[in-house]
C-alpha cells in the first residue's frame, strides 16, 4: 500500500487549497478513504472520510461547510478542497485507507497513513 499526498502549501486566512492522495498497492474502489491532520503540538486529528462508492461522506465539525472530500476511482485518487482556511487548519494533513467499505468517523477505521502533506495558514 502506498498513499502519497500532495497539494499542502501556504495560504491566507481565508483562502483555499486543494489536497490530493494517489494510492496505489491495493484496490482503491473497495475501501473507505479518508484524511487526518496533526496539527503542532497536538495528537492526529479525524478531518473527513468518504465511502468506497462515493454514496456517504463525512466531516468533523470543524470543517463541516469549508471542505469538501471526494475520489476519482478510475484515477485512485483522493481530494479534499478547503475552502475559507483558518489559521487553526494549520497541520500536517494524512490521507488514509479504511479497513473495508464504510466507517463513521474514527482514526481506528484506517490502517495506513501516507506521509502527509503540510498545510500552513497564515497572513
Known amino acids: 500500500v502506498q498513499l502519497v499526498e500532495s497539494g499542502g502549501g501556504l495560504a491566507q486566512p481565508g483562502g483555499s487549497l486543494r489536497l490530493s492522495c494517489a494510492a496505489s498497492g491495493f484496490r482503491f474502489s473497495s475501501y473507505l478513504m479518508g484524511w487526518a491532520r496533526q496539527a503542532p503540538g497536538k495528537g492526529l486529528e479525524w478531518v473527513s472520510g468518504i465511502y468506497s462508492d462515493s454514496s456517504d461522506t463525512a466531516y468533523t465539525d470543524s470543517v463541516k461547510g469549508r471542505f469538501t472530500i471526494s475520489r476519482d476511482n478510475a484515477k485512485n485518487t483522493l481530494y479534499l478542497q478547503m475552502n475559507s482556511l483558518k489559521p487553526e487548519d494549520t497541520a500536517l494533513y494524512y490521507c488514509?485507507?479504511?479497513?473495508?467499505?464504510?466507517?463513521?468517523?474514527?482514526?481506528?477505521?484506517?490502517?495506513?497513513w501516507g506521509q502527509g502533506t503540510q498545510v500552513t495558514v497564515s497572513s
Open positions: 488514509g485507507k479504511g479497513y473495508t467499505y464504510y466507517g463513521n468517523g474514527y482514526l481506528y477505521e484506517y490502517e495506513y
